[in-house]
Each structure stands twice: as C-alpha cells, then as structure tokens.
C-alpha cells in the first residue's frame, strides 16, 4: 500500500504499504514501487546510481521481508518505515496517524495499493505472498483514515495477480479497500 503527496503538482510516495518491499525503493535494474524514489543511472560512479529525492515524505507502512540492500535503501532515502512489528506495538491507528502526518507535507496524497502488504489469508492473488501481513481490518482502517483525512487525490492498485487469485478474491478486496479509502462508510 503506498501513499503518495503531492506537492506543487509532482506526485510523491508517502506510504508504502508492501509485503516484502521489493523492490520498495528501486533496484539496479530500475524497478520502482509507489515511486518514492527516482532513479537516475549515473557512467561514472555504479554506486550512486539511485537518486533518492521523495525520502523525507515517504513511508513505508507493514514491511515485513526487507533485504539488506532494500533496507539500506530505505534508511539512505530517509524514508520513514513502519513495519508490521511497529503497527502489532502501536496498533493501526497510531502508525496510520503518523504515516498521513508523513504524507501530508504535500497538497494530497496519492495511495499506491499494493495488495502484496496484506496477509495472503487475505489476499491470496499476489505475487509475493508472505505471512504476517496487514489483516482485513488493518486494512480497511487504513483506507477509512485516508478518507477521513481529506488528503487522498488519487489511488492506483499494484500486485493483484489474477492467475494466483482464488475465486477474484484479492480483486474484490482491492475494491472493497479502494471504495473506502475514497469515502464509502458504513453509514
């Protein structure tokens, strides 16, 4: 699930809601997941060729699989990571507060839906599955807040794999979590 702020018209990640965070921020490559990085290839210096410059207004919200390049990556770009430790410590409600805080140092925010960030119980049509994942409620509270917050100016979904999918599940749920997070209530 990402968060994205924008700023000025540019859309920034701010939330980034991953199973595994790969690739979260970019690999060498040039893969990118809720844009909260932009990669430039530098010839002269293989080293530096990611150029993190969305680090201090993204988040990272339930990760749980990070790599040690991923979460040098992470810790270099400055973003701000919350993992599914965090949110069993502080609970939903806190980590989301904190992560729309992040997010919403632009004019909106931009949600990044990656499917991969909840549990495969839930979510079974994803392409990496890894237990331990957000759970329906988590969920479904995160797009409530998102809503709440007046701040969300647009939504993409990613990691929704129809092939793995087990009756449209993992679809149906994208959409359930979508038309929350746009504002349909209960009531």
């Known amino acids: 699930m990402a968060l994205t702020s924008s700023n000025e018209g540019t859309p920034l990640t701010l939330l980034e809601a991953m199973a595994n965070a790969r690739p979260v921020i970019a690999t060498r490559v040039g893969g990118i997941a809720g844009m909260l990085a932009e990669p430039s290839v530098s010839t002269n210096d293989s080293s530096s060729n990611i150029n993190f ?16 390049g991923e979460r040098d990556n992470i810790k270099r770009a ?34 990044s839906l990656d499917m991969d960030a909840l549990d495969p119980d839930e979510a079974p049509g994803v392409g990496t599955p890894v237990r331990g994942g957000l759970t329906y409620r988590e969920a ?41 997070a746009l504002g349909e209530t209960i009531l």
């Open 140 to 180: 479904q509270l995160a797009m409530e807040m998102l809503a709440a917050s007046g701040k969300l100016r647009s939504v993409e979904i990613a990691e929704v794999n129809p092939i793995l999918d087990e009756s449209n599940r993992t679809a149906a749920l994208a959409v359930e979590l979508v038309a929350s």
């Open 78 to 111: 400055g973003v701000t990571a919350l993992t599914m430790s965090d949110i069993d410590r502080l609970g939903m409600d806190p980590a989301m507060d904190r992560a729309i805080a992040v997010a919403s140092k632009g004019d909106g925010i931009h949600l």
């Open 53 to 68: 410059t969305i680090g201090e207004r993204g988040v990272l919200l339930g990760l749980r699989d990070v790599d040690p």
